[in-house]
């Protein structure tokens, strides 16, 4: 017997869905719905009132901060356009870096190991090797661009 699905990580597939859904079909895929971010995830819910929060949590901060997302994770990808990377990893990795940059209840591990798992689950075989070695980078990028602003407040 397999254990339940704790309600964070229900979310955070609900948003991947959601999120997946926003980058095939546009930045008006809700609109052209009629429905709003937080319907599109309850409809996914079973009307779990804390999942249905942090999934719309999630989508909304991704979708909020997506160029910002993107820009860091092409700079940590160099060789790599963004649109070329599988449909699933990206946005994986769009949700998870939001998570690292703008969760902070959110420990960085928990956020990566999540995302690892949802990528095994949901895309490829090497997608889990291939999201931890991003994520992994850029947690070392926030961690050395916020230990400079604490030196840099600390003078």
């Avoid at 339940?4 to 079909?25: C, N, W």
């Avoid at 700079?75 to 769009?94: C, E, F, I, K």
Wanted: charged share 30%; aromatic share 4%; hydrophobic share 45%.
């Amino acid at each position: 017997m397999t254990a339940p699905i704790r309600r964070r990580t229900r979310a955070r597939e609900v948003a991947l869905q959601v999120l997946f859904q926003f980058d095939l079909r546009g930045a008006d895929y809700a609109r052209e719905l009629g429905r709003t971010t937080r319907e599109l995830c309850a409809e996914e819910c079973d009307g779990e009132a804390d999942v249905v929060e942090f999934a719309v949590r999630l989508v909304d901060g991704t979708l909020a901060h997506r160029d910002e997302i993107d820009q860091r994770l092409q700079a940590v990808t160099r060789n790599w356009d963004l649109r070329r990377m599988a449909n699933v990893d990206r946005n994986v990795l769009r949700m998870a870096m939001h998570e690292l940059m703008h969760c902070s209840d959110v420990p960085p591990k928990v956020a990566i190991n999540e995302a690892i798992e949802l990528a095994k689950k949901f895309s490829t075989a090497n997608s889990g090797g291939f999201v931890n070695g991003i994520l992994d980078r850029i947690r070392i990028d926030l961690e050395a661009a916020r230990g400079a602003k604490t030196a840099e407040a600390a003078e």
